[in-house]
T-cell receptor, first 115, second 115 residues
Framework: AQKVTQAQTEISVVEKEDVTLDCVYE???????LFWYKQPPSGELVFLIR??????QNEISGRYSWNFQKSTSSFNFTITASQVVDSAVYFC????????????FGTGTRLTIIP | GAGVSQSPSNKVTEKGKDVELRCDPI?????LYWYRQSLGQGLEFLIY????????KSGLPSDRFSAERTGGSVSTLTIQRTQQEDSAVYLC?????????????FGPGTRLLVL
């Protein structure tokens, strides 16, 4: 079975601090895809990034960066110089052909940036 | 361009009534997904459409839940004889094509409250 674990339920940091959100996954597939979504207070899930299982290069997009490590089955997300607008619930998700292409979500991490 | 739209945005109903939730996917997207987000269960998959057919109905929680998609576009999720445990946010997503690698884009959701 597929599983995504986000052990951090809630995190609070002071504005401008860096913060890392952890994501650990389980799947039997050798080909799979990992995603991060942001859910701000408005409620809509906003796509942030997709990474396939064959590409372990870290990715940076502005203040956001992602560290994918197959050896530890982790896909962690770091926000550098956090801002109040980063306050949201962040979800890590997994899809694979074994999982019939649906997204399996973690339970989410609620991030609060304190001004 | 227009994103995924859902209606109504909020629905309050009495226990035992039927409700219909509507999803308009992004134009040109062939795959459509329904998920449910509730406090106790997190984000869970309900059903998936490729075109007008539903290859995977595995997530529908009971036979009171059904969904259809017509013209390869609009989808309706129907809940019959609603129960209080059906209260949740129902999210719709669409992707350009079928496949685990495809990014799913989400609508704003329908918040359902069953009294």
């Amino acid at each position: 079975a597929q599983k995504v674990t986000q052990a951090q339920t809630e995190i609070s940091v002071v504005e401008k601090e860096d913060v890392t959100l952890d994501c650990v996954y389980e799947t039997r597939d050798t080909t799979y895809y990992l995603f991060w979504y942001k859910q701000p207070p408005s409620g809509e899930l906003v796509f942030l990034i997709r990474r396939n299982s064959f590409d372990e290069q870290n990715e940076i997009s502005g203040r956001y960066s992602w560290n994918f490590q197959k050896s530890t089955s982790s896909f962690n997300f770091t926000i550098t110089a956090s801002q109040v607008v980063d306050s949201a619930v962040y979800f890590c998700a997994l899809s694979s052909n074994f999982g019939n292409e649906k997204l399996t979500f973690g339970t989410g991490t609620r991030l609060t940036i304190i001004p | 361009g227009a994103g995924v739209s859902q209606s109504p945005s909020n629905k309050v109903t009495e226990k035992g009534k039927d409700v219909e939730l509507r999803c308009d996917p992004i134009s040109g997207h062939t795959a459509l997904y329904w998920y449910r987000q509730s406090l106790g269960q997190g984000l869970e998959f309900l059903i998936y459409f490729q075109g007008n057919s539903a290859p995977d109905k595995s997530g529908l929680p009971s036979d009171r839940f059904s969904a259809e998609r017509t013209g390869g576009s609009v989808s309706t999720l129907t809940i019959q004889r609603t129960q209080q445990e059906d209260s949740a946010v129902y999210l719709c997503a669409s992707s350009l094509a079928q496949g685990a690698r495809e990014t799913q884009y989400f609508g704003p959701g329908t918040r359902l409250l069953v009294l």
